[in-house]
């Protein structure tokens, strides 16, 4: 069950200037490469017909469910869900089975086909900024957030502070707090003027968490989960050898020169 | 990984590789370190936080700055800093790739091919600095002080950067702002004596917003005022020709034809005083020439405007009822540029008005502090006299345009046409003209014509390509500016790292360029350090102390906020400057151009991920833009036969680019719109270049007579299949 005392955090779809702050900071903190993300905007943008038109913008980052599936569904272990809100993933005990990525109802875990196999399995998703958390900080992309699109705190809190917005403002919101129920609950809560669907969220996700299911799946697949571990264990043993030996920071820095030098020429 | 074949796509990933690679296992270079340690800022590690600010646009918002070994790995928002409020927006975050970027220069170049061939070696500052002094000297013995040109964009280092061109002694000036906003600044002259008064947002109600897309064009603590203002409820009237992210949360969005809003706040000040909704008292104790203004405006009711503006009479009507119903808690805002055409003077003259008749001043509308006041200066000599006539036509063809202010474009085609005389050097230093003035072709060749040009920046951008030598700048994050004040704060920028390479400050630049030109006396600083100890001298606090807190306190000054610097001392709805210079004295409609068929208006604006022509080269930027695409309305779109997605030629009178074309309901059907910044000519930024098309290919040069702006949506263009 849910830790009572556990952080989340609150997305105002009303407040969201799309400005991408919240993205840019998260690749900063996290030192994400430049052709991935752990932030992205979803959402049907501008909809209607000129002159009459709405815009609808949502930023998208793990749920941090309370029951996760990806947790769920991982044969060893790599997902924890903090007790304090955040869902971390352990790269040194994934198997790259991939299981988390299907199990997830919001699509949100990203396998990174760069590295997955020569590197070692390298699943990528928020992480709440766990790091920052325990420094006494809020999660890169809710400090500075222009607008207070997004805020940080308790979740009971911030679900009673969604419903005093609704409750002052109604002809502004969709009468519900996404997140508050759904999947049995996650700790990024949603706050909407358009269906939460024209957000990109699923609809009609339910409020028990997908676990059940999941857990039966892997329950029946741990053989192949097994093997696999012991085959990539094997393989990621030697690629990290390899890794340390040769992708030293200097030679790709001077490849990245030389590559800029041909590139002008 | 062969580097021949090297993919864009593999190239920003490793790029961005680098930036964490070199993140580790480098010792902060010793003079930073041991500053930073002595003032507490950092620990014996090397890591800790430094207050400084952000230079990713002209807002300067305090900025946290975290260092790690250093290197500095993460900016955060100042909390302390009034413009940040603890935030930073995607370019505030974006910042240290700027300073990390691999297309930085970092030592002095010379040029060795030809102009605009991009082939460069490099020196020694001591010989770039000669080169410099010399050539200048020389055009300056030759054809005396005003054949050199002097240009730089709004920064911090603009006061040494001005103090050098005012001891060489040429009267020509070139600064974006008639790129910009002169016509609100002229009109907040002539109206309220002032440049730009401060806005606050606390109680305000009722906002009529004009060519301010505060949502996308950002200003971290105005747009979160905005914000937090909706959010409890204030009602937002929004012009724009597109609907942007700012249109999406106004109350009421108007796709205005452009060039109209002039007719928009006539009709309101029309229907706001034959309704007497005005505010009597403060008209009849703080304003002139009310009564002339009233005659003017009698002809343009809303039934005029309907069909000028495309917003219909009841409308019009309405708001203006609402404004002055919230008043006088209801502001309406000068904007930027308005809609950028050559009346957009008179369209910030009606703003001006429209808020003086509701009485929102000292409540909404505020007298802003002058910059600068309370710090000490270095001492220096007085300036030699210059007599030359300034080329830009200040003021002997635009006598109302302030001297620090000129313009910028006119002074462009006076180096192309030779008059009033010829110019044969340029001084550029912190600012992109070829991308940034009107008609990229005629600024090319006005450049092909000079003996002479030297750039100051960070990068190769698009000016710097075509120098003859760039002086490599230490990034904001190197180096120190004078301080800034915001209020009653001196803010500071301070280096949180050690300049890269040979890069170097503006103030440590300017001052060995006066060494060698014999104006040393006009520098009268050791160095950066000093110059700020100078400044603080009159305050009795140690730089040290300000390096720590991030600030400086600046005594209280109590002022009258009910007193104006104008001719008569009152608010002039009516001026008798404007009258005298040959100008309507009373806001006026003057009608602007539209396209013909098959014409469009050609918009320009701005995005929340870039400022102007400076930013597309950062890759944390690149990587979360939106393709920069040409708008054109869906419906349009079809009747043309065009497709989303599809290449399309873009024509003006003067220049055509290709660009993939955005087929969205978010735009009228008289309109295309481009973000500016793109098409760059200069490869040596290797991430924007390629990228989108340049809109100043397309711009023609047109400019108000009044306040020298130059309309910068007077240009009309047509649109084909590429």
Known sequence: MANKNQYAMLFDATRCIDCRACMVACSVENNIPMDKTRIWVSGIGVSGQYPNLTRSTMVYHCMHCLEPDCASACPVGAWTKREDGPVVYNSEVCIGCRYCMNACPFGVPKFDWDKGIVEGPLIDKCSMCAHRIDDGLEPACVATCPTDALVFGDREELIAEAHGRIAAHPDRYVNHVYGETENGGTSYLVLSHVPFKDLGLPEGIGDEPLNTLSEQYVGNTIPVALTWATVLGAVTAGVHTYKHKNHKAESLVKETAEAAEEEIQ | ?722
């Open chain 2, 1 to 722: 990984m062969s580097t021949t074949t090297i993919s864009r796509r593999d190239f920003l990933r490793i790029a961005g590789a680098s930036v964490g690679a070199l993140a580790v296992g480098q010792l902060l270079p010793v003079k930073v370190a041991e500053a930073a340690r002595q003032a507490g800022l950092i620990d014996v590690d090397g890591n800790g936080y430094i207050s400084t600010m952000c230079e990713m646009c002209v807002w300067r918002c305090g900025v946290r700055a975290k260092v790690e070994n250093g290197r500095v790995v993460k900016l955060e928002g100042n909390p302390e800093h009034p413009h940040s409020l603890g935030n930073l927006c995607a370019r505030g975050q974006s910042g240290l790739m700027n300073t990390y970027d691999p297309d930085r220069v970092l030592t002095p170049l010379i040029r060795v091919g030809q102009r605009g061939e991009g082939k460069f070696r490099q020196a020694s500052w001591e010989e770039a600095l000669d080169l410099v002094a010399n050539s200048m000297q020389e055009i300056k013995d030759k054809y005396g002080p005003e054949a050199v040109v002097f240009s730089s964009t709004h920064n911090l280092s603009q006061v040494q950067f001005e103090n050098l061109l005012n001891a060489f002694g040429s009267p020509n000036y070139g600064t974006q702002r008639s790129l910009c906003f002169n016509a609100m600044i002229v009109a907040n002259q002539m109206t309220y004596g002032l440049e730009e008064p401060n806005r606050s947002y606390d109680g305000l109600k009722y906002l009529i917003l004009t060519g301010r897309n505060l949502m996308e064009a950002i200003s971290t603590s105005e747009t979160a005022a905005l914000s937090h203002a909706i959010d409890r409820g204030m009602k937002v009237v929004y012009l724009d020709p597109r609907f942007t992210k700012t249109a999406a949360k106004a109350t009421n969005w108007l796709p205005v034809r452009p060039g109209s809003d002039l007719a928009f706040h006539l009709a309101l000040l029309n229907v706001i005083v034959s309704e007497e909704l005005y505010n009597r008292d403060f008209v009849q104790q703080y304003t002139v020439g009310f009564d002339q203004l009233a005659a003017e405006i009698r002809p343009y009711t809303p039934e005029w405007a309907a069909p000028i503006t495309d917003i219909d009479a009841e409308t019009i009507r309405r708001i203006a009822r609402e404004f002055s119903d919230a008043a006088p808690n209801a502001l309406a805002h000068n904007g930027w540029r308005t809609s950028n055409f050559v009346n957009s003077f008179q369209t910030q003259r009606a703003i001006s008005c429209l808020n003086a008749l509701v009485g929102n001043w000292g409540i909404h509308l505020l007298p802003a502090a002058a910059e600068g006041a309370g710090l000490g200066v270095p001492p220096q000599p007085p300036y030699p006299r210059v007599s030359a006539m300034r080329m830009d036509g200040v003021p002997w063809k635009y006598p109302l345009v302030p001297f620090k202010l000129g313009v910028f474009q006119e002074l462009r085609n006076a180096m192309l046409s030779e008059d009033p005389y010829q110019a044969h050097g340029w001084f550029i230093s912190r600012q992109n003209p070829v991308q940034s003035l009107p008609d990229r072709g005629k600024t090319l060749e006005a450049m092909s014509k000079l003996d002479f040009i030297a750039v100051v920046d960070i990068f190769l951008n698009d000016t710097a390509w075509f120098a003859d030598v760039v002086l490599p700048e230490a990034s904001y994050l190197e180096r120190y500016d004078p301080l800034n004040v915001v209020g009653n704060k001196a803010f500071i920028r301070q280096p949180v790292i050690q300049p890269q390479g040979e890069a170097k400050s503006a103030l440590w630049i300017y001052k060995e360029l006066g060494k060698r030109l014999g104006l040393e006396d006009f520098f009268q600083y050791e160095d950066e350090e000093d110059y700020l100890r100078q400044q603080l001298a009159p305050l009795g606090v140690t730089l040290e102390d300000v390096r720590e807190k991030g600030y400086a306190e600046l005594p209280e000054e109590e002022s009258d906020p009910f007193t104006w610097n104008t001719p008569s001392g009152k608010v002039e709805l009516f001026s008798d400057t404007l009258d005298r210079a040959g100008f309507s004295a009373v806001p006026a409609w003057e009608e602007p151009p539209r396209p013909v068929d098959g014409q469009f208006y050609l918009l320009t604006g701005k995005v929340g991920q870039h400022t102007q022509f400076g930013t597309q080269n950062n890759q944390l930027l690149h990587k979360y833009e939106d393709e920069p695409r040409l708008w054109m309305n869906a419906a349009t779109a079809r009747e043309l036969g065009l497709k989303d997605n599809d290449l399309v030629k873009v024509k003006s009178e003067i220049g055509e680019v290709n660009i993939t074309l955005w087929a969205t309901e978010a735009i009228r059907p008289d309109c295309v719109y481009l973000t500016p910044g793109y098409g760059h000519l200069s490869k040596g930024l290797t991430t924007g270049y390629g990228v989108g098309a340049s809109d100043s290919v397309l711009h023609l040069s047109f400019t108000d007579p009044i306040s020298g702006s130059q309309a910068l949506s007077q240009t009309f263009v047509t649109v084909q299949k590429a």
